[in-house]
């Protein structure tokens, strides 16, 4: 097979639009759809069923303004990227501080989830499952670091089998749906269906993670959009459906606190509904993981170019085109985190909320930068520049039901704003 082309980083053209879809899919297609439904039925009854179908038309606007930005100009580093060029080389190393944050945060919280369904379905301690979850991690960097074709196959691989599983139990599940368990539609009255939305939220989150990769694309003019409107709905139908199915078949009445998943499958396949669920949850997560090492270590990899973080993590491996020590350095932090959650106790709520912090101030400042970018209103690309203003609105509007966590990732863009500016580079960026 011959060696695809490098692009002008050093990083190989490899990515195709099955690629993509499979990224994108990956990384929204996340732990969320294992525990969501559940909990936002328990919020808002049945009308949970509207937020779900809200949330997965209004994440059009935050596929197409990043995949806008990406395919006008095919970077390395994504939303990083955009910010520095709308604003410059300080909040651009803020946004890359957020990233970092992101995903040395994120990774291991995402991974004790898959940790808590072994536990549920195998009699395994702490330890161990914190030993399981940190395997997932740490199969995921391995993957990355063989190479982004890699990655590639077997992410594509992964995707189509937890699509294949999910529609499965989604159509044996449906014959068990009874109206009954519709009625009363809205058992709490309309709000909560509002504070179920700002839940929900945070399962559409990803789509920024494949503009990080841009550089890395054949063609990111022609598959960049026909990649995010498969993507959208390819997701969207997903989630509707298994919340569906949730609120159709009572399974979070029956269920208990670890999962609806657990109590469809179980109905499902009897006995081995436990273990179908665990190691489920397991390909779900790494799926996740798997796409967001990819993505989070190119924005490294950009950023140091530009000197936010130390140079030598701007460094391409000639033989695989990777990045190896940013994803190395991602690995470690993520490690590091690990053993603090281990050491302290941390809660997976907390390490989840820091991370989706993090998370809707990346979506802020890069929507925020979709607008700057397209110019004003009535110039430009007037299509995606509306569909940046309304991501931007949705950001804004969703951050201050996550509490203390926005003011941690005030603090990460206040310190990163702050060093880039009282550094001797701050004034300057790579053209």
Same mark, same amino acid.
């Given at each position: 097979?011959?060696?695809?082309?490098?692009?002008?980083?050093? /990083?190989?053209?490899?990515?195709?639009?099955?690629?993509?879809?499979?990224?994108?899919?990956?990384? *929204?297609?996340?732990?969320?759809?294992?525990?969501?439904?559940? !909990?936002?039925?328990?919020?808002?009854?049945?009308?949970?069923?509207?937020?779900?179908?809200?949330?997965?038309?209004?994440?059009?606007?935050?596929?197409?303004?990043?995949?806008?930005?990406?395919?006008?100009?095919?970077?390395?580093?994504?939303?990083?990227?955009?910010?520095?060029?709308?604003?410059?080389?300080?909040?651009?190393?803020?946004?890359?501080? /957020?990233?970092?944050?992101?995903?040395?945060?994120?990774?291991?919280?995402?991974?004790?989830?898959?940790?808590?369904?072994?536990?549920?379905?195998?009699?395994?301690?702490?330890?161990?499952?914190?030993?399981?979850?940190?395997?997932?991690?740490? !199969?995921?960097?391995?993957?990355?670091?063989?190479?982004?074709? /890699?990655?590639?196959?077997?992410?594509?691989?992964?995707?189509?089998?937890?699509?294949? /599983?999910?529609?499965?139990?989604?159509? *044996?599940?449906?014959?068990?749906?009874?109206?009954?368990?519709?009625?009363?539609?809205?058992?709490?009255?309309?709000?909560?269906?509002?504070?179920?939305?700002?839940?929900?939220?945070?399962?559409?989150?990803?789509?920024?993670?494949?503009?990080?990769?841009?550089?890395?694309?054949?063609?990111?003019?022609?598959?960049?959009?026909?990649? *995010?409107?498969?993507?959208?709905?390819?997701?969207?139908?997903?989630?509707?459906?298994?919340?569906?199915?949730?609120?159709?078949?009572?399974?979070?009445?029956?269920?208990?606190?670890?999962?609806?998943?657990?109590?469809?499958?179980?109905?499902?396949?009897?006995?081995?509904?436990?273990?179908?669920?665990?190691?489920?949850?397991?390909?779900?997560?790494?799926?996740?993981?798997?796409?967001?090492?990819?993505?989070?270590?190119?924005?490294?990899?950009?950023?140091?170019?530009?000197?936010?973080?130390?140079?030598?993590?701007?460094?391409?491996?000639?033989?695989?085109?990777?990045?190896?020590?940013?994803?190395?350095?991602?690995?470690?932090?993520?490690?590091? *985190?690990?053993?603090?959650?281990?050491?302290?106790?941390?809660?997976?709520?907390?390490?989840?909320?820091?991370?989706?912090?993090?998370?809707?101030?990346?979506?802020?400042?890069?929507?925020?930068?979709?607008?700057?970018?397209?110019?004003?209103?009535?110039?430009?690309?007037?299509?995606?520049?509306?569909?940046?203003?309304?991501?931007?609105?949705?950001?804004?509007?969703?951050?201050?039901?996550?509490?203390?966590?926005?003011?941690?990732?005030?603090?990460?863009?206040?310190?990163?704003?702050?060093?880039?500016?009282?550094?001797?580079?701050?004034?300057?960026?790579?053209?």
């Amino acid at each position: 097979m011959s060696e695809a082309p490098a692009s002008s980083g050093g /990083l190989r053209r490899e990515i195709r639009l099955r690629n993509a879809i499979a990224l994108y899919v990956g990384s *929204v297609l996340g732990s969320g759809i294992l525990v969501l439904p559940g !909990l936002a039925e328990r919020l808002a009854g049945p009308a949970s069923l509207i937020a779900w179908a809200v949330l997965a038309v209004a994440s059009l606007p935050f596929a197409i303004t990043f995949a806008t930005l990406s395919a006008r100009r095919p970077e390395s580093g994504g939303v990083y990227a955009f910010a520095r060029e709308a604003f410059g080389p300080p909040l651009a190393t803020a946004t890359a501080w /957020l990233f970092a944050l992101w995903a040395m945060v994120g990774a291991p919280a995402v991974a004790l989830i898959a940790a808590a369904y072994l536990g549920y379905a195998f009699p395994i301690d702490r330890p161990e499952a914190f030993l399981l979850g940190f395997g997932v991690i740490a !199969l995921a960097f391995a993957v990355n670091y063989r190479g982004i074709r /890699l990655s590639n196959a077997v992410q594509v691989a992964v995707v189509a089998a937890i699509a294949g /599983l999910l529609l499965a139990t989604i159509v *044996v599940a449906g014959a068990r749906v009874r109206a009954a368990n519709f009625r009363p539609f809205l058992p709490y009255g309309a709000l909560p269906i509002g504070t179920a939305a700002a839940l929900i939220f945070w399962s559409f989150l990803g789509y920024e993670n494949v503009s990080n990769v841009a550089e890395e694309f054949v063609d990111p003019t022609r598959d960049f959009r026909r990649a *995010v409107y498969w993507s959208v709905a390819i997701v969207g139908v997903l989630y509707f459906a298994v919340a569906y199915v949730t609120v159709g078949t009572a399974a979070d009445r029956a269920g208990g606190g670890v999962a609806p998943f657990a109590a469809i499958l179980g109905d499902v396949f009897g006995p081995y509904g436990a273990a179908g669920t665990a190691l489920l949850a397991v390909v779900i997560i790494f799926c996740v993981v798997n796409a967001y090492s990819t993505g989070m270590s190119r924005v490294v990899f950009a950023a140091a170019r530009d000197g936010a973080f130390p140079r030598g993590l701007g460094r391409v491996d000639p033989r695989s085109g990777v990045p190896r020590a940013a994803l190395a350095a991602l690995f470690l932090g993520a490690a590091a *985190v690990f053993g603090v959650y281990y050491l302290l106790d941390v809660s997976l709520t907390d390490a989840l909320l820091v991370a989706s912090g993090a998370a809707i101030s990346v979506y802020a400042i890069g929507s925020a930068a979709a607008v700057r970018i397209h110019g004003p209103a009535g110039t430009g690309d007037g299509r995606a520049r509306a569909m940046a203003v309304v991501a931007l609105g949705l950001s804004l509007g969703v951050a201050p039901f996550l509490g203390w966590p926005i003011g941690v990732a005030a603090g990460v863009v206040a310190a990163g704003v702050g060093v880039r500016t009282l550094s001797p580079r701050g004034s300057t960026h790579r053209p």
